[in-house]
């Protein structure tokens, strides 16, 4: 008789059905632990409401200004604490207190129309607007929405070239702690 031969489905049904069940409860699991651990892996669409990650798609639009240009980091650098160049953090809060470009203000891409509002007002008198995510594509809708509300052709909108960790892998000069401008947005119910 073949090795084989004695396996019928009659006794092979049973040993899947086991596995399949080991599969599954391994899983589970897994899963518990990760949603116990401090440090465990955010999951889109669990039941504790876990967001995805922010993501703003960037307007077309037409006669919206002058391009929104890309600057490296290390010219961008040579702006900083000039008085005409407003610097603006478009990624979440979370991500601005671990660590944002000194003196830059918080305006992520779900900003409501107020926070815009805040920064056009602190525009006046700029002569650059340097805005940045964690990537490039990240801040380019933000800036893209700030030419467009601008009405002025003599205001340089420009992103910060790989983002924030450019910045960081650079050792360029950067400050954490709280936000203010969000605790402002909290206090007003904004």
């Not at 037409?62 to 990624?91: E, H, Q, T, Y």
């Amino acid at each position: 008789m073949a090795a084989g031969a004695y396996y019928s489905a009659e006794h092979m049904l049973p040993l899947i059905g086991r596995a399949l069940l080991l599969v599954v409860v391994g899983a589970g699991a897994g899963l518990a632990v990760n949603a116990l651990r401090a440090n465990g892996v955010p999951l889109a669409g669990s039941a504790a409401g876990v967001a995805g990650p922010e993501a703003c798609v960037a307007p077309v639009l037409p006669n919206a200004g002058p391009p929104v240009a890309v600057l490296p980091p290390s010219s961008a650098a040579g702006m900083c604490g000039d008085p005409r160049v407003l610097i603006a953090d478009a990624r979440s809060e979370e991500r601005f207190m671990r660590g944002h470009v000194a003196g830059a203000i918080h305006l992520p891409c779900a900003a409501s129309g107020a926070s815009a509002a805040d920064a056009i007002a602190r525009l006046e008198g700029k002569h650059t607007l340097i805005v940045y995510g964690d990537t490039t594509e990240e801040a380019r809708p933000v800036a893209l929405d700030l030419r467009r509300r601008i009405d002025t052709y003599r205001l340089r909108v420009v992103v910060l070239e790989g983002g924030f960790p450019s910045w960081s892998r650079e050792g360029l000069a950067c400050s954490s702690g709280p936000c203010p401008t969000c605790e402002d947005k909290r206090a007003a119910g904004r």
